[in-house]
């Protein structure tokens, strides 16, 4: 990863803070992108990432990395027309912290579908062919569906990828997501503890806990905790974390309680949808779920503590705006 700058901090600029500093050198760039741009490990401070409030001294050396650069295209992928590329948050030799777009599918399925987020990993990182326990995986330890955003880990290295399996393992990773669903929960927290299995139709259903003596063997624990954080007149944002890692999970059960999530085209509304509320409420067509995953937590190969967030995408964001305002 080529270094593209390097400035050694001078008696003028002593005790000058970073991102107003790089805010004069760096033209062409706003003081958002640049504290982007530092969060992101991009900027290194005597050859350790820098942080944004961090004050400079004399004999300082900055380096940054170029961002284009980092994030090149690889070579023999899809043009961007036709393939959706994730954007790298954070990386160091163990691993990569990104963010996946909605409509990336993460790895094939016995579908054998191209255009994933392991293509695009392999084409990046050929070493990568090696890291974990299925070659097709490429260091994925967990996933999102297709068509749910946001943050995840990779590992790059087989050292790195036990090390985060057995965190995932021990349920010591740290996953939250944003989810606007129809309706409002009884109680502003609650857990859901519904275990999750296969229906006749091959759908994954979170079943009533009334059920628990007839369920299969093949049918998993499950939990899951919400708290709102705002409330509409038909619907409510949770900020979700899950303590386990189902498939469906989030969106098995907040369906299984009666709270869909909105623009869920597997977990939509039924016809009797109406049955779930007192009332009846407008089913909204958007063309994805409004679920994200926001943030990610988990010790380094170090033993330190790292978290990672991803901003709700503008589209969501924007929906979310005219909802307050209706």
């Not at 297709?146 to 790059?156: E, F, I, Y």
């Not at 087989?158 to 944003?178: G, P, S, T, V």
């Not at 003596?213 to 705002?230: C, F, G, H, P, V």
Request: aromatic share 8%.
């Amino acid at each position: 990863m080529a270094m593209n700058k390097k400035i050694e901090i001078t008696d003028e600029n002593q005790g000058e803070r970073l991102d107003k500093f790089l805010a004069e050198i760096l033209t062409g760039q706003t003081r958002s992108q640049i504290k982007k741009t530092i969060e992101a490990g991009l900027v290194l401070i005597n050859d350790k990432p820098a942080k944004v409030h961090q004050f400079l001294r004399t004999g300082d050396v900055i380096e940054t990395r170029d961002q284009i650069t980092e994030n090149k295209t690889p070579d023999n992928l899809p043009p961007a027309s036709n393939f959706l590329f994730p954007t790298i948050i954070f990386e160091n030799h163990d691993f990569i912290v990104l963010e996946k777009p909605e409509g990336l599918l993460v790895h094939a399925t016995d579908k054998k579908e191209t255009n994933t987020l392991v293509d695009w990993l392999l084409k990046k990182y050929p070493a990568m062919e090696k890291v974990g326990e299925q070659k097709y995986r490429a260091g994925i330890i967990h996933r999102l569906d297709r068509d749910v955003s946001g943050v995840m880990v990779v590992a790059k290295t087989n050292r790195a990828f036990d090390h985060l399996k057995d965190q995932f393992k021990d349920r010591k990773i740290k996953k939250e997501y944003l989810a606007l669903v129809y309706g409002q929960p009884r109680e502003d927290e609650g857990e859901i503890d519904l275990p999750i299995g296969r229906s006749q139709d091959g759908q994954f259903v979170a079943h009533p806990k009334s059920n628990l003596q007839d369920i299969e063997n093949k049918d998993r624990y499950a939990k899951t905790k919400y708290k709102i954080l705002e409330k509409f007149r038909d619907y409510s944002l949770l900020s979700v974390q899950i303590l386990t890692g189902r498939t469906h999970q989030i969106r098995a059960h907040l369906f299984a309680i009666g709270h869909p999530i909105l623009g869920d085209k597997i977990y939509r509304p039924k016809k009797n949808f109406i049955h779930f509320f007192i009332k009846k409420v407008k089913v909204i067509n958007l063309d994805r779920i409004f679920l994200h995953s926001t943030k990610i937590g988990f010790s380094d190969l170090d033993n330190n503590w790292v978290e990672f967030e991803s901003p709700l995408p503008q589209k969501l964001t924007d929906f979310l705006n005219e909802k307050r305002k209706s």
